[in-house]
């Protein structure tokens, strides 16, 4: 079997984490600083070839509405570009909350704000690659359902 990759899309820098060939545990992998177009193309080629990546998963940062917002945006223009350059499909899947995670498992374990800092990006993609695998592998998009109906709220 192959494997998936998760990426925790950032305008710096973008987390990665590697599922197992079985796609049941996925595992950090790096925290990649972006550069330019070229040097970004030629690192998530050679990712995608010596991991024998068959599927790409990018966390699409919603907010707590599920609505998408810029970020949102800007993840699947990152999204779109990545499928271009690898030639292997992306699908997006809900982050929210991933990053907030990351950094409570990095505090709980008593790191420093620093050693933190380097950990976290490629902690929240491992978390978003694990739920998407627990999720069975979905191979479309879902529409993300709101954590409240609006309609509630206001009555």
Known sequence: MTRILGLDYGTRRVGAALSDPGRTVAFPVEVYERR????DERHY???VQENEVERIVVGLPLHTSGREGELASRARTF????AAVTRQPVIYYDERYTTVEAENRLIDAGLTRQKRKVLR???A???ML???LDAGCPETESEPTPLSDPDEILS
């Open 36 to 39: 330019d177009a070229s040097l």
């Open 121 to 123: 990006d490629k902690l």
């Open 79 to 82: 999204g779109d570009w990545l």
């Open 130 to 132: 694990q739920c998407y």
């Open 45 to 47: 080629r050679e990712l």
């Open 125 to 127: 993609a491992q978390i």
